[in-house]
């Protein structure tokens, strides 16, 4: 079994900052991309930035500039560093990484169980 979990969510004024963190748990044999993805109310999921294991990075043309991800490969984990934060970044943030398990042939997806943001103006 493998697990995502996901902190440091909140509320912030707008222009504040906020780092949510995501670490994966379980029989793990390797982590490929990891990223995070947000929902607003009535919209999409959408991709926000991705990682690759290499550390290749990824975003979301409305966070570029504003939003970092990292990982820190030998803690299973991915981050996301938000800075500048609009009303329009409130949403649930979801982290996803691609998994391959001891047990399997292939790396499967698998999801956080998301974390609010909400930037009041």
């Known amino acids: 079994q493998v697990q995502l979990v996901e902190s440091g969510g909140g509320l912030v004024l707008a222009g504040g900052s906020l780092r949510l963190s995501c670490a994966a748990s379980g029989s793990i044999s390797s982590i490929h991309t990891m990223g995070w993805y947000r929902q607003a109310p009535g919209k999409q999921r959408e991709l926000v930035a991705v990682i690759t294991s290499g550390g290749s990075t990824n975003y979301a043309d409305s966070v570029k500039g504003r939003f970092t991800t990292s990982r820190d490969n030998a803690k299973n984990a991915v981050y996301l560093q938000m800075n500048s934060l609009k009303p329009e970044d409130t949403a649930v943030y979801y982290c996803?990484?691609?998994?391959?398990?001891?047990?399997?042939?292939?790396?499967?997806?698998?999801w956080g169980q998301g974390t609010q943001v909400t930037v009041s103006s």
């Open positions: 996803n990484a691609r998994i391959q398990r001891h047990s399997d042939w292939f790396p499967q997806n698998y």
